[in-house]
C-alpha cells in the first residue's frame, strides 16, 4: 500500500502548478505525527476507534475491516499478501453498498447468520460477532491451521454475501413473487435463509420464495400471536443453522396443516355467499 502511496504521489507532484505544490508543502510541514508502539490486537482497535474519521462514529463496516487487518499481525507469513486481499475486499463491498444503496448492517446481520452460524444475541452487533469468532479460534489456528485462512476467507465470504443482498434486491422488480414477498410479506426473518438458498441452493430459490410467500399469507390471515410466529421463524433460523432442509419445513408448515393453520384461514375467509377457497 506505501509503495502504491508513493506511486500515486509521483505522478500527481509532476502535474501540479506552484500554488498548489506551495500549500501542500505547507500543510505537510505543519502536520503532525503520532507514533504508537503497540504489542497487541485490543489496544489496536482502541487506538482506531479513538481517532480515525475525524471523531466521526464508526461503521460496524469499519471496525470489522480493522479487527481483520490488525489480527493479520500476527500471522508470520504472507501478511501483507492477506492485509492487501481485505483492503481489496472491502473497497469492493464499500462499492456495492454505496452503488445500490443497501444498509451495510442488514448485511453484515445476514450474512452472519447465513454463513458464519450467528445466533440472535449477535443479530444488531455483527462487530462483536467477528471479534468472539476469532478470538475462539486464534490460538487453535496458531497450533495447526492457517489463521489467515479463516480471516481473508471472512472477507471474500462477505464481499460475496454483498453481491448476493443486492442482485435480490435487484430481482425484485423482474421476479413476481419475490416482489411479493417484499410487499405483502416478513422479510426480515427470512432474508438470510433467501441468501444462503440463493448461494447454495440456486436451482431452489424460486420455490422457496413462492413457498415463503405461501407460508406468510397463511400467518397474515391467523390470530397467531407476535410472540408465536417469532417463535416459529426462529425454529426456520435453527434448521438453516444445523444445516437442515429449511425448504422442506416450510413446505410442510402449510401443506401438512401445521397448528390447524389452513382450516384458521378458511374459517376468517368465510364469507355470506359461501364462496369455496383453494389453500
Known sequence: LMKDAQEYFHKKLKILDLESLEGMYSTLTQAEIFLYLINDSESVEKIFE????????????DLIKNFLMSNSSIISLNNESIKRKIQIDF????????????????????????FEKSQPFYDDKPFE?????LSQTTEYFRRNLSLGSVIQGYSTLLKESSLIFAEIQEKK????SLTELFIFGR???YYPIL????????SQFNELVEQINRFTFRLALTQFSAA?????EFGLRQKLYWG????????????????GINSKILKSLTSENGLDYDL
Open 50 to 61: 479513538s481517532l480515525n474519521c475525524r471523531g466521526q462514529k464508526h461503521s460496524e463496516l
Open 91 to 114: 473497497t469492493e463491498i464499500n462499492k456495492i453498498i454505496k452503488k445500490d444503496k443497501i444498509d451495510e448492517l442488514e448485511v453484515l446481520t445476514y450474512h452472519n447468520i447465513a
Open 129 to 133: 460477532f467477528v471479534r468472539e469468532l
Open 173 to 176: 422488480s423482474s421476479q413476481f
Open 187 to 189: 422479510v426480515t426473518p
Open 195 to 202: 441468501m444462503f438458498y440463493y448461494k447454495e441452493k440456486n
Open 228 to 232: 408465536y410466529i417469532k417463535m416459529v
Open 244 to 259: 437442515e432442509d429449511v425448504l422442506e419445513e416450510i413446505r410442510k408448515l402449510t401443506d401438512d396443516n401445521w397448528e
